[in-house]
Every structure is written in structure tokens, then in C-alpha cells.
């Protein structure tokens, strides 16, 4: 099992940019993809971004595409998801994700290990 810390979140004016994290402990880090998922208020939560272990890899997806970027630290076991030119439609809470394969699917499931999620608010 392994441990999901988030943070990072806040609110912020359109336009503007936040750069989440996200700290894992109890399993070795490195070996595994790493990814975020987001959910609005009355909406299914959808993915957003991921990495691969060796960091060879990274998928996004076509809303965030161009605008987030993910990336990951072996060495302090985080990874972090830099938002920058946010939406109002990027309000959401932000959940980091972990023991999934993206190169498969991107749909999440209660199979996966996530974090307590942080609030992220764009103001228009």
C-alpha cells in the first residue's frame, strides 16, 4: 500500500498558473507510473495527466493538453502536475494516483491507490 500526499492547490484568476504535488511513501516510488485525475462538483472524475516510471513517458489529456505539464522526481518520491493559462473549467478537485498502467487506460478505478485530493479554484 502506499501513501498520497497532495498539495498545492488554491485559488487562482484565469490565466494565472499552480503547480501541485505530490508525495508518496510506503512503496517504491520510482517503479511505478504516477498519475493526476481531477473532479468537478456533479461530474464523473476524469484523467489528466500521468508518467511513466522511467519518466520516458507522458500522457495527457486533450483538455490540459498544451497547458499542463507533469513531471516526477524519483529521488523524493513526488511527482508534480505545473498548470499554467487556467480555465475556470480547470475547477476541480485534483487527486494524485498511483499502481495504474496509462499505457492501457486512462479510466479511473477504486483498484487504483489516490491521495485525500487538493482544491483547485479558477476564477473567471
Known amino acids: 500500500q502506499v501513501q498520497l500526499v497532495e498539495s498545492g492547490g488554491g485559488l487562482v484568476q484565469a490565466g494565472g498558473s499552480l503547480k501541485l504535488s505530490c508525495v508518496a511513501s510506503g512503496r517504491a516510488f520510482s517503479s511505478y507510473a504516477m498519475g493526476w485525475f481531477r473532479q468537478a462538483p456533479g461530474k464523473e472524475r476524469e484523467f489528466v495527466a500521468a508518467?511513466?516510471?522511467?519518466?520516458?513517458?507522458?500522457y495527457y489529456s486533450d483538455s490540459v493538453k498544451g497547458r499542463f505539464t507533469i513531471s516526477r522526481d524519483n529521488a523524493k518520491s513526488t511527482v508534480y502536475l505545473q498548470m499554467n493559462s487556467l480555465k475556470p473549467e480547470d475547477t476541480a478537485v485534483y487527486y494524485c494516483?498511483?499502481?495504474?498502467?496509462?499505457?492501457?487506460?486512462?479510466?479511473?478505478?477504486?483498484?487504483?491507490?489516490w491521495g485525500q485530493g487538493t482544491q483547485v479554484t479558477v476564477s473567471s
Open positions: 494516483a498511483s499502481n495504474f498502467h496509462p499505457e492501457l487506460t486512462t479510466r479511473p478505478s477504486p483498484s487504483y491507490d
Open positions: 508518467i511513466s516510471w522511467s519518466l520516458t513517458n507522458t
